[in-house]
């Protein structure tokens, strides 16, 4: 079995997420059974509905809470209906709104508050329940109630004390007990103090052998609680970003990055290191020889493949621009969005689609607005951009900082060229400059102002002076890299 361990998931997931979701595609085609370990807390959806959202099976994902109890990975299917027969012979009212129901109880000062999937079905995600006009308590569910949070009134607030993790049969499987940042969890033989110990229990009664591969894909707060109770399993760390700070190395003295500062530290006890290309390889290999004095194994495999290439059944959209991403700040969407207006001051018909979801996404609206863009940018939302790509002429990217960059993988799998900063490791690794895109030199002390005009000038030489069909054509050859079938060979191969 192959454990992958990572933190959270979302709507609008990370590239780590993806770059995880790409690897469950893969080790089921080479017939390697694996699960998909998540520890954050969702109290706000169901785990299921964001794994199944972006491409994992229910029966590989297991989640920390439920680890513990017999509940399986489920959707929601708890009905109003199930709920109202939980209410007794007593009498209530119900009304709806949207994706909410309220229950009101006659002759009492109490309400439940009904959370629902969405506004058109009667299945059940919480239930939120007032007394006197203080939240007393949510019960979250499934296919049936699967934990409980109990509230008491704290400065004009509610505060959270406890959980409850229930057994499919309703019974107690443990409690979590909680005063601010302080946490424990009570089962019936012990009492575990921390989040991290809680982690490292789960691990050890995965009663891993060495037959067994533990890949952690993100170490924060967990990262040691897995490796000192994974063995005898082989553990594989994957790098999913830059590794170090440059600006605070030296030939003295590395910076690592702290999100894999402990892993590679224990390089001992490590298997085997994974990169996403060539050359973060050679430069981890060659930073850990000279400031570790060692030479841990460290593998190339691209997080992500490409089952075919797309082409385009019609004649791609004139001028057409599309970037995908989170709507995060370090993604620089803004910069791309003031950069095509400027484009279309000196080609017309210039448009930008932008794909994602993310805490941007308010302050970009404000910014189409105020550019008076709105009619040739647009926000898109979240899709699946498989045969979407396709139909653009080229790719932008704002990032000044990634690993890989899948959507820049998905975006030479169909023709695009990109435009994006010289910057490691993913435009460097999808970009050849002049041939397939333009590669824009950046340094730390260049501003805004001038990162957006680069950006402008480099859309415009695109539509005015490049060989499209030819830039088409070599995007297409640096997509054959990326065929799923060698990046099954190398997963093959690292896990045997």
């Known amino acids: 079995m192959v454990y992958n361990f990572n933190l959270g998931i ?6 780590v997420e993806y770059a995880q979701a790409y690897r469950a595609k893969v080790l089921r085609k080479i017939g390697q059974e694996a699960k998909f370990v998540f520890t954050d807390m969702f109290p706000r959806d169901n785990i299921q509905h964001m794994a199944e959202n972006i491409g994992f099976l229910d029966s590989e994902v297991i989640w920390l809470y439920t680890f513990f109890t017999d509940c399986k990975t489920s959707p929601v299917t708890y ?24 229950y009101t109880f006659p002759g009492t000062n109490s309400y439940y508050m009904v959370y629902l999937v969405n506004e058109k079905e009667n299945r059940v995600h919480r239930v939120e329940m007032v007394s006197n006009g203080c939240l007393i308590r949510k019960d979250y569910y499934t296919y049936c109630r699967i934990y409980s949070e109990y509230y008491a009134p704290l400065d004009n607030k509610a505060h959270l004390y406890q959980r409850r993790y229930f057994n499919e049969d309703g019974t107690v499987a443990y409690e979590e007990i909680s005063d601010n940042d302080v946490v424990m969890y ?4 012990r009492l575990i103090c921390s989040k991290e110990e809680l982690v490292g229990y789960m691990v050890s009664r995965l009663k891993l052998t060495r037959k067994d591969v533990v890949i952690i894909d993100r170490t924060t707060g967990i990262g040691q609680a897995i490796m000192q109770n994974a063995a005898p399993a082989r553990i594989g760390i994957v790098i999913h970003a830059d590794h170090f700070s440059e600006g605070s190395t030296d030939e003295e003295h590395v910076l690592w990055n702290n999100y894999y500062e402990y892993s590679f530290a224990q390089n001992k006890h490590v298997k085997f290191y994974v990169t996403s290309t060539d050359t973060q390889n050679q430069l981890l290999k060659n930073q850990f020889k000279k400031y570790e004095g060692v030479i841990p194994k460290i593998v190339t495999i691209p997080v992500g493949s490409i089952d075919e290439l797309k082409r385009p059944k019609k004649e791609r959209k ?5 970037t995908a991403s989170r709507l995060a ?35 970009l609206k404000k910014l189409i607005e105020t550019l008076k863009c709105g009619d040739y940018v647009r926000l898109c939302g979240q899709h699946n951009l498989d045969e979407v790509y396709k139909d653009y002429e080229a790719y932008l990217s704002g990032s000044t900082s990634e690993g890989f960059g899948l959507t820049l993988m998905e975006a030479v799998g169909s023709g695009l060229p990109i435009i994006g900063f010289d910057v490691r490791y993913g435009n460097q690794n999808f970009i050849d400059d002049g041939k397939n895109g333009y590669l824009i030199a950046v340094h730390d002390k260049m501003e805004k102002k001038e990162r957006v005009q680069c950006l402008t000038e480099c859309i415009v030489r695109l ?3 490049a060989d499209l069909k030819a830039f088409h054509q070599h995007s297409y050859e640096k997509a054959k890299e990326y065929f799923t079938e060698e990046v099954e060979q190398q997963w093959e191969k690292v896990l045997k």
């Open 10 to 15: 979302g709507w609008a997931s990370s590239g």
């Open 79 to 102: 009905t109003l209906r199930q709920l109202e027969k939980t209410f007794g012979s007593g009498r209530f009212t119900c009304s709806r709104e949207g994706a909410t129901a309220k």
């Open 186 to 189: 009570q089962f019936p033989d």
């Open 318 to 322: 004139k001028h057409s621009l599309i």
């Open 329 to 363: 700040d370090e993604k620089h969407v803004d910069w791309l969005i003031e950069a095509v207006a400027k484009a279309r001051e000196q080609v017309p018909g210039i448009s930008l689609d932008i794909y994602g979801k993310g805490g941007e996404e308010v302050k």
């Open 463 to 465: 539509f005015t002076e």
